[in-house]
T-cell receptor
């Protein structure tokens, strides 16, 4: 049972374009939503995160949009660069849970030069 | 340098031959966790530990064991590996606390023949 559904599985974007990755969840007890970035041969690394009391968070070219009523959140990468080519995972944390994060299935982003 | 170190990075072995993947962190983190990463399934938690001598099952614990005798180390043990445990494994650590980012190792690719 996948508690966080991520789409698309893969995404190809031209340099300078906008990359959009979407995630949806069912459990309203999730209270923290991070995005992780993973390069080949490396472990995931935290990119940006948001709490459900905020509808948007921006850090440089990366923005999380959060829709609490729809139980959806998305990552937008503005002015996408070839160096952004990586696998992106959304995740969610259950409030009060010691188990930390439940991850989405991942999106492989390729930014063409 | 703050890091999570996994060994080995790659291992090819045969069914039934016990193996251990080591994980060590130098950040004095209380929380440590093991994940497996499979195509289309994202990262699934195997076991986690909140502190020394405190471990608990994640989503896919069958066929795995862990121990936490020291704060810095969290080995993953496959007593009798089977081909369905062929996967990419990640160890992660973080402080215990609200929304603390997890720090991941660079992964161990296991092939069980």
């Amino acid at each position: 049972q996948q508690q966080v559904k991520q789409s698309p599985q893969s995404l190809i974007v031209q340099k300078g374009g906008i990359s959009i990755i979407n995630c949806a969840y069912e459990n309203t007890a999730f209270d923290y939503f991070p995005w992780y970035q993973q390069f080949p041969g490396k472990g995931p690394a935290l990119l940006i995160a948001i709490r459900p009391d905020v509808s948007e968070k921006k850090e440089g070219r990366f923005t999380i949009s959060f829709n609490k009523s729809a139980k959806q959140f998305s990552l937008h990468i503005m002015d996408s660069q070839p160096g952004d080519s990586a696998t992106y995972f959304c995740a969610a944390r259950l409030a009060g849970s010691a188990r930390q994060l439940t991850f989405g299935s991942g999106t492989q982003l390729t930014v063409l030069p | 340098e703050a890091q999570v170190t996994q060994n080995p990075r790659y291992l090819i072995t045969v069914t039934g031959k016990k193996l251990t993947v080591t994980c060590s962190q130098n950040m004095n983190h209380e929380y440590m966790s093991w994940y497996r990463q499979d195509p289309g399934l994202g990262l699934r938690q195997i076991y986690y530990s909140m502190n020394v001598e405190v471990t608990d099952k994640g989503d896919v614990p069958e066929g795995y064991k862990v121990s936490r005798k020291e704060k810095r180390n969290f080995p993953l043990i496959l007593e009798s590996p089977s081909p369905n445990q062929t996967s990419l494994y990640f160890c992660a650590s973080s402080p215990v606390g609200l929304n603390q980012p997890q720090h991941f190792g660079d992964g161990t690719r296991l092939s069980i023949l």
